[in-house]
T-cell receptor, first 110, second 115 residues
C-alpha cells in the first residue's frame, strides 16, 4: 500500500473551514484515498473515501488532485466536536486493509 | 443500527497473566478486524476474519496472541502470557464483506494496562 504524509498538527477556528492536506505521491491506479478520524478515547470513525473524483457527504468533502498524488479533506464549518486525529489512508478497494500512520491532530479553537 | 460492541472497556493485569477481549460486530457484517493501538500511534491490524475464516494474520504475534470467531459472529482475542509491551488499546472493527466498498466501523476498544 502507498504511504501517506500528513502534517502532525493543525489548528482551525470554530465555524471556519478546516482543510487537511495529505500527500500520497506513490499511489497506484487501483488505490483509493480513505479518511478516518479518531476522537479521544473512541475508536476511529469513517469519514469519506474516493478514487479520483471529488466526493462530498454529510460530514466532509474530499478533493483529489488530477494526478492523484495529493488530496485535501474539507470540513466546511468546523465545530469543537471536530477536534480529533485525522488519518489519511491509501488502500486497494475491496482489500479493506487499512494501514494507519500518525495522522493529523486537528484542534478546533473557540 | 447498533455499533460494534467491545468488552471489557478497561483491563489491568500483571505481566505473564492471560487476558481475553470480546467483540460483537454490527449485525450482518461478515468481516471482522482486530487492531492494536499503542499510545501515540495509529491502529495496527492484528488479524482479519471473513465469516469464521482468517484472511490475514500476518501481524499477529502468534506465540502469545490468539483469536477466534467460531460461529462467524462474535470474536475473542486472547493474550497469554502478557508482556509489558502489550499495553495498548485493542480495537475491533467490522465491515459488510471482504471485497466490498463498505467502510470499517470501529468499537471504542479495550484499554489494557500491564503492570
Amino acid at each position: 500500500d502507498a504511504k501517506t504524509t500528513q502534517p502532525t498538527s493543525m489548528d482551525c477556528a470554530e465555524g471556519r473551514a478546516a482543510n487537511l492536506p495529505c500527500n500520497h505521491s506513490t499511489i497506484s491506479g487501483n488505490e483509493y484515498v480513505y479518511w478516518y478520524r479518531q476522537i479521544h478515547s473512541q475508536g476511529p470513525q469513517y469519514i469519506i473515501h474516493g478514487l479520483k473524483n471529488n466526493e462530498t457527504n454529510e460530514m466532509a468533502s474530499l478533493i483529489i488532485t488530477e494526478d492523484r498524488k495529493s488530496s485535501t479533506l474539507i470540513l466546511p464549518h468546523a465545530t469543537l466536536r471536530d477536534t480529533a486525529v485525522y488519518y489519511c489512508i491509501v488502500s486497494v478497494q475491496g482489500a479493506q486493509k487499512l494501514v494507519f500512520g500518525q495522522g493529523t491532530r486537528l484542534t478546533i479553537n473557540p | 443500527e447498533a455499533g460494534v460492541a467491545q468488552s471489557p472497556r478497561y483491563k489491568i493485569i500483571e505481566k505473564r497473566q492471560s487476558v481475553a477481549f470480546w467483540c460483537n460486530p454490527i449485525s450482518g457484517h461478515a468481516t471482522l478486524y482486530w487492531y492494536q493501538q499503542i499510545l501515540g500511534q495509529g491502529p495496527k491490524l492484528l488479524i482479519q476474519f471473513q465469516n469464521n475464516g482468517v484472511v490475514d494474520d500476518s501481524q499477529l504475534p502468534k506465540d502469545r496472541f490468539s483469536a477466534e470467531r467460531l460461529k462467524g459472529v462474535d470474536s475473542t482475542l486472547k493474550i497469554q502470557p502478557a508482556k509489558l509491551e502489550d499495553s495498548a488499546v485493542y480495537l475491533c472493527a467490522s465491515s459488510l464483506s471482504y471485497g466490498s466498498n463498505q467502510p470499517q466501523h470501529f468499537g471504542d476498544g479495550t484499554r489494557l494496562s500491564i503492570l
